[in-house]
């Protein structure tokens, strides 16, 4: 079967990263995470100290950034995924609370959407790629043969972040972290440019009462028979 590309869209904590790594793990592809994207530009404007209403300011940092994403192979398989900004090792990182209240501001800015849309297309360059976020099926590869728009419920998707940093150590409050997701999702898909949306030709998969192997199984056949 041929290599084909893989858009996964979808609100906070729908799976996606989770989904998408099995996904190009199991069919050998590349994995792009967008959204890490934009949270090594958020961490990099906060080390910084940039005003992060500084729409020219945070412009320029995304055209002058080094993002690179690199892969292991890790435990079943499955790639893990490091990312080096400017040179450091900053996975753990852009994945802080501090990182995760303020990637949304940050991504509705039109010119870091225009820096991160032209590297993902350039990453994204070779056939066989799976590649997750909120605008891939819509904006960034809108000729992917297989576009996917995972959701599950609001509280869900709260309890499944909230497991995450418990299997992490952190200690988290559940109403507080689902409300922090809604917030995120509602900015996420009302802001002007390349908003959170299912592309019109994208499948609607709704993950709630899903496993996750149910949801890579789904998505297995889908792609299989695109290919
Ligand atoms: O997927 P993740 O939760 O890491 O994304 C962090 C944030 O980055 C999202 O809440 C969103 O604001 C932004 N993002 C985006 N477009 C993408 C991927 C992520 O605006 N394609």
Not at 7 to 30: E, L, M, Q, V
Not at 66 to 73: M, N, V
Not at 92 to 120: D, F, K, P, W, Y
Not at 202 to 221: F, K, P, W
Request: aromatic share 4%.
């Amino acid at each position: 079967s041929k290599e084909i590309a893989i858009a996964i869209d979808g609100p906070a904590g729908s799976g996606k990263s989770t989904i998408a790594k099995a996904i190009a793990g199991r069919f050998n592809y590349i994995y792009i995470d967008s959204g890490a994207m934009y949270r090594a530009v958020t961490l990099k404007a906060l080390q910084l100290g940039l005003d992060l209403q500084n729409e020219a300011e945070l412009t320029l940092l995304a055209h002058t950034i080094q993002i690179q994403l690199q892969y292991k192979k890790g435990v079943c398989g499955q790639p893990e995924l490091r990312v080096i900004v400017d040179g450091n090792d900053e996975s753990e990182a852009i994945r802080s609370l501090e990182v995760t209240s303020n990637v949304s501001v940050v991504a509705a800015v039109a010119g870091v959407r225009e820096a991160m849309v032209n590297l993902q297309r350039k990453m994204a360059d070779a056939s066989g790629v799976v590649m997750d976020g909120r605008d891939i099926g819509t904006v960034v590869l809108p000729g992917a043969e297989l576009k996917v728009f995972l959701t599950a419920s609001a509280e869900e998707r709260g309890k499944r972040r909230w497991l995450e940093l418990q299997a992490k150590g952190i200690q988290t409050d559940l109403a507080e972290l689902t409300d922090q997701i809604r917030k995120r999702d509602l900015f996420d898909s009302t802001r002007q440019v390349n908003p959170l949306r299912q592309a019109p030709d994208a499948i609607l998969l709704d993950t709630t009462s899903l496993t996750i192997e149910e949801v890579i199984e789904r998505l297995m056949s889908m792609a299989l028979e695109k290919g």
